[in-house]
DNA sequence: GTTCTAGAAC
DNA sequence: GTTCTAGAAC
């Protein structure tokens, strides 16, 4: 900061000896203005009133009044007072600054810290006292940086400090906390390096325009006299939709006249999509269908027939869409964020932790969507999006990370093509010659077990080192040593990494039945007796420990292939139980309980299955009694010593199982 | 599925 | 500084 050595003169120095100080805080939510003003009348000799909007109605929100009433008289008792609101208008302070009448010092604290720093304490914070906190807080901060001017001593303040940082802070802290009754501060302007800094400059820089508003008028009327944007010209690669987030709204205004009006040139726009990818709805995403015009439309239907949080969607936009041919836009990217609204799917009922890593995602897939289409025009001619735009997965193929992007999940129809099929192929490492381009033949016909690593599902591709199961299967004679039994439908074996003191698989002999999403109404003798198998086993270990307590089920979503039924003690004590997907698999919705899949296979035909992705998202919670837990060590600290009945659901339907004794 | 490890979090 | 997670590689 570019403050005096020592700040503090004593009495006598450049201000009036003995003055009262009015001190105007001034920052965004979240920016620290009430711990400052704590932190110095916890520590000051001076004596200090803090003026609080929020609470100056008996701890209740008040009026702006009441703060100018309770700041002149505690003045007129010689008492220095600190204003404690946001202030970052002028206009919001001027009615302050008559207070200067008074024959005070008036000085301004400027928090001006990193907008994402504040957006960050102001959403976690939970006993804020103007309650703005969690999601709505992010909008806010936003919205009031944007209106930020920051104070001149023309406007009446005798002393202005800025601080941009931790740092400056606690220069200024100590300068008010060291600041006795009679002494007083140089008069001036400290600290300010950054004059009305309203955007951040990395947006700036990425759009590669430093000085937007004012020229942005000028770009636009050239913008209309030049051609249509190249298409495959990526200058400012891409905006984002949502106009609360960034100040991108403040520079581009309206997302479908990027080029026209605000003479941007970008290749790629980002939707805040919903859920269905429908047109409608308001704001951004019934903007951007309506410039498009019905290709886009069409063009989203053929990728996807939904999304869910935290996904992304790449969509060419025919060169024949109005927002192709005036905007120069060859690719719209649907992202959608988290949900908290009840009556759509994926509610996270208040969740903002796990809204937090949805949002997260959601930028990551549409950044990764992004990265596609831009690697696609590397790898092509100039000129040969439009041939790109009839053939989408093409694009998809060029990403290696396509498939992460688009979250392939089974309710989620992404249409696939020969194409795209076969770069799926590849991620299977150390199998792909055996597969090779001849994916779409193996796939027509019934698979041939040996050869074929893709198995009998028609929608996981499985890797070589998932493989191990799927040969103890077809092969147990050659693994006889490993084996703890083995019948004509299925062979019983220890998990060779156990997550719990007993944990054995109890695994499919059948051919063609890699996992539960297989399995169908045809199989449902064979469950009973893998149950039935499962049961003998659990008996048998608590025989041996009748303190153990076991569970039977399917993993929805298994890592290995070859259908397995899990015996495991619900202990939990395994060296080999080290992440939250270990926890997460056995001890959520994710894990389907035997009983209850011969039960839905017997009346639907189908299993229930829960997705992959959700079970890194889930908390980590006691199968017990439920309490959450920080991370993996910690909760494997509590649940050796946690000894809550377990969650009723579970002792229903002999979920369960237990030594007679115990139950 | 595991192992390894960079780097985030504390 | 240590602990812990998460992504890449297998």
């Given at each position: 900061?570019?403050?005096?050595?020592?700040?503090?003169?004593?009495?006598?120095?450049?201000?009036?000896?003995?003055?009262?100080?009015?001190?105007?805080?001034?920052?965004?939510?979240?920016?620290?203005?009430?711990?400052?003003?704590?932190?110095?009348?916890?520590?000051?000799?001076?004596?200090?009133?803090?003026?609080?909007?929020?609470?100056?109605?008996?701890?209740?929100?008040?009026?702006?009044?009441?703060?100018?009433?309770?700041?002149?008289?505690?003045?007129?008792?010689?008492?220095?007072?600190?204003?404690?609101?946001?202030?970052?208008?002028?206009?919001?302070?001027?009615?302050?600054?008559?207070?200067?009448?008074?024959?005070?010092?008036?000085?301004?604290?400027?928090?001006?810290?990193?907008?994402?720093?504040?957006?960050?304490r102001s959403v976690k914070r939970t006993d804020h006292e103007g309650n703005l906190q969690g999601g709505k807080a992010?909008?806010?901060?936003?919205?009031?940086?944007?209106?930020?001017?920051?104070?001149?001593?023309?406007?009446?303040?005798?002393?202005?400090?800025?601080?941009?940082?931790?740092?400056?802070?606690?220069?200024?802290?100590?300068?008010?906390?060291?600041?006795?009754?009679?002494?007083?501060?140089?008069?001036?302007?400290?600290?300010?390096?950054?004059?009305?800094?309203?955007?951040?400059?990395?947006?700036?820089?990425?759009?590669?325009?430093?000085?937007?508003?004012?020229?942005?008028?000028?770009?636009?009327?050239?913008?209309?006299?030049?051609?249509?944007?190249?298409?495959?010209?990526?200058?400012?690669?891409?905006?984002?939709?949502?106009?609360?987030?960034?100040?991108?709204?403040?520079?581009?205004?309206?997302?479908?006249?990027?080029?026209?009006?605000?003479?941007?040139?970008?290749?790629?726009?980002?939707?805040?999509?919903n859920w269905r990818l429908k047109p409608g709805g308001g704001g951004v995403n019934a903007a951007i269908f309506s410039?498009?015009?019905?290709?886009?439309?069409?063009?989203?239907?053929?990728?996807?027939?939904?999304?869910?949080?935290?996904?992304?969607?790449?969509?060419?936009?025919?060169?024949?869409?109005?927002?192709?041919?005036?905007?120069?836009?060859?690719?719209?990217?649907?992202?959608?964020?988290?949900?908290?609204?009840?009556?759509?799917?994926?509610?996270?009922?208040?969740?903002?932790?796990?809204?937090?890593?949805?949002?997260?995602?959601?930028?990551?897939?549409?950044?990764?969507?992004?990265?596609?289409?831009?690697?696609?025009?590397?790898?092509?001619?100039?000129?040969?999006?439009?041939?790109?735009?009839?053939?989408?997965?093409?694009?998809?193929?060029?990403?290696?990370?396509?498939?992460?992007?688009?979250?392939?999940?089974?309710?989620?129809?992404?249409?696939?093509?020969?194409?795209?099929?076969?770069?799926?192929?590849?991620?299977?490492?150390?199998?792909?010659?055996?597969?090779?381009?001849?994916?779409?033949?193996?796939?027509?016909?019934?698979?041939?077990?040996?050869?074929?690593?893709?198995?009998?599902?028609?929608?996981?591709?499985?890797?070589?080192?998932?493989?191990?199961?799927?040969?103890?299967?077809?092969?147990?004679?050659?693994?006889?040593?490993?084996?703890?039994?083995?019948?004509?439908?299925?062979?019983?074996?220890?998990?060779?990494?156990?997550?719990?003191?007993?944990?054995?698989?109890?695994?499919?002999?059948?051919?063609?039945?890699?996992?539960?999403?297989?399995?169908?109404?045809?199989?449902?003798?064979?469950?009973?007796?893998?149950?039935?198998?499962?049961?003998?086993?659990?008996?048998?270990?608590?025989?041996?420990?009748?303190?153990?307590?076991?569970?039977?089920?399917?993993?929805?979503?298994?890592?290995?292939?070859?259908?397995?039924?899990?015996?495991?003690?619900?202990?939990?004590?395994?060296?080999?139980?080290?992440?939250?997907?270990?926890?997460?698999?056995?001890?959520?919705?994710?894990?389907?309980?035997?009983?209850?899949?011969?039960?839905?296979?017997?009346?639907?035909?189908?299993?229930?299955?829960?997705?992959?992705?959700?079970?890194?998202?889930?908390?980590?919670?006691?199968?017990?009694?439920?309490?959450?837990?920080?991370?993996?060590?910690?909760?494997?600290?509590?649940?050796?010593?946690?000894?809550?009945?377990?969650?009723?659901?579970?002792?229903?339907?002999?979920?369960?199982?237990?030594?007679?004794?115990?139950?």
């Amino acid at each position: 900061m570019d403050t005096d050595v020592d700040d503090t003169c004593k009495a006598g120095g450049e201000g009036e000896k003995g003055k009262p100080i009015v001190v105007l805080l001034m920052g965004a939510p979240g920016s620290g203005k009430s711990t400052f003003c704590d932190q110095v009348i916890r520590s000051s000799a001076r004596p200090w009133v803090r003026i609080c909007q929020d609470t100056i109605n008996n701890g209740k929100s008040g009026t702006k009044v009441q703060c100018l009433k309770n700041a002149a008289r505690a003045l007129k008792e010689g008492k220095s007072v600190f204003i404690d609101r946001c202030n970052l208008e002028s206009e919001q302070r001027a009615d302050f600054m008559r207070l200067g009448a008074l024959q005070v010092e008036m000085h301004a604290v400027v928090l001006d810290l990193p907008a994402k720093l504040c957006v960050s304490r102001s959403v976690k914070r939970t006993d804020h006292e103007g309650n703005l906190q969690g999601g709505k807080a992010a909008a806010v901060v936003n919205s009031m940086l944007r209106k930020k001017e920051l104070p001149k001593l023309s406007e009446g303040f005798s002393r202005i400090v800025f601080c941009q940082n931790e740092s400056d802070v606690q220069a200024t802290l100590d300068t008010y906390i060291g600041l006795g009754a009679l002494d007083t501060l140089p008069h001036g302007c400290f600290g300010q390096k950054n004059p009305d800094a309203k955007v951040q400059l990395g947006i700036m820089k990425f759009l590669k325009k430093v000085d937007v508003p004012s020229n942005a008028r000028s770009n636009a009327s050239r913008g209309q006299d030049s051609a249509p944007p190249e298409a495959t010209e990526v200058k400012n690669p891409i905006c984002e939709g949502r106009e609360n987030i960034s100040s991108l709204s403040d520079i581009a205004g309206d997302i479908t006249r990027l080029h026209s009006r605000g003479g941007l040139h970008c290749n790629v726009i980002a939707n805040a999509a919903n859920w269905r990818l429908k047109p409608g709805g308001g704001g951004v995403n019934a903007a951007i269908f309506s410039a498009a015009g019905p290709a886009l439309e069409v063009a989203t239907k053929e990728q996807a027939k939904s999304l869910s949080p935290g996904n992304a969607v790449v969509v060419p936009l025919s060169s024949a869409s109005p927002l192709h041919i005036s905007e120069g836009v060859t690719h719209v990217i649907h992202v959608l964020g988290p949900n908290m609204n009840p009556n759509r799917p994926n509610c996270l009922d208040g969740d903002y932790v796990k809204g937090c890593k949805i949002l997260r995602m959601a930028y990551t897939s549409l950044f990764e969507g992004f990265l596609s289409t831009v690697r696609s025009q590397e790898k092509l001619p100039k000129g040969s999006i439009e041939k790109i735009g009839s053939k989408p997965s093409v694009l998809l193929g060029h990403s290696k990370d396509a498939p992460k992007i688009f979250s392939l999940k089974s309710d989620q129809k992404i249409k696939r093509d020969g194409v795209y099929e076969h770069e799926r192929s590849k991620k299977c490492k150390g199998s792909q010659n055996e597969v090779g381009s001849d994916i779409n033949v193996s796939r027509a016909g019934k698979v041939n077990a040996n050869n074929d690593n893709t198995g009998g599902s028609n929608s996981k591709v499985w890797g070589s080192w998932a493989q191990a199961l799927y040969n103890i299967a077809m092969h147990p004679q050659k693994h006889k040593d490993d084996l703890l039994e083995i019948a004509d439908d299925f062979v019983v074996l220890n998990d060779l990494y156990p997550k719990a003191k007993k944990h054995i698989l109890v695994l499919a002999r059948c051919d063609g039945l890699d996992h539960l999403a297989d399995v169908s109404k045809e199989h449902l003798q064979l469950l009973k007796m893998m149950h039935a198998m499962g049961l003998k086993w659990a008996e048998k270990f608590l025989l041996e420990d009748a303190s153990l307590v076991f569970r039977l089920g399917y993993h929805s979503v298994p890592s290995m292939r070859q259908l397995h039924l899990h015996v495991i003690s619900q202990d939990f004590d395994s060296k080999h139980l080290k992440n939250k997907k270990h926890w997460n698999t056995f001890t959520t919705a994710f894990f389907r309980d035997s009983v209850d899949v011969i039960e839905e296979i017997s009346n639907h035909g189908k299993a229930t299955l829960m997705d992959e992705e959700s079970v890194l998202l889930m908390e980590l919670r006691c199968h017990r009694c439920r309490s959450a837990h920080p991370n993996i060590p910690r909760l494997k600290s509590h649940i050796t010593n946690c000894r809550a009945p377990f969650p009723a659901s579970l002792l229903q339907n002999g979920r369960l199982v237990l030594a007679p004794s115990n139950t």
